[in-house]
């Protein structure tokens, strides 16, 4: 499936009254989720151990 194709399907998912901050903040999620999903297909990850370092740097 294509992004459109991807994009099109999402948007038939929601409610009629959804608002145009709602997709916004969904099509951020698809595409993160499709980065992510990208990256470890190219083994461009890092360690458990690595991602608490980081985890622990954004929470304070």
């Avoid at 991807?6 to 916004?24: G, H, N, W, Y």
């Avoid at 990850?45 to 740097?57: C, D, G, P, S, V």
Wanted: aromatic share 4%; proline share 2%.
């Amino acid at each position: 499936m294509n992004v459109k194709e991807q994009v099109l399907e999402m948007t038939r998912k929601l409610p009629a009254d959804v608002s145009i901050e709602e997709i916004m903040r969904r099509l951020y999620l698809m595409q993160k989720v499709e980065k992510g999903l990208a990256q470890a297909d190219d083994n461009v990850t890092i360690t458990q151990e690595e991602a608490k370092k980081r985890m622990e740097k954004w929470l304070g």
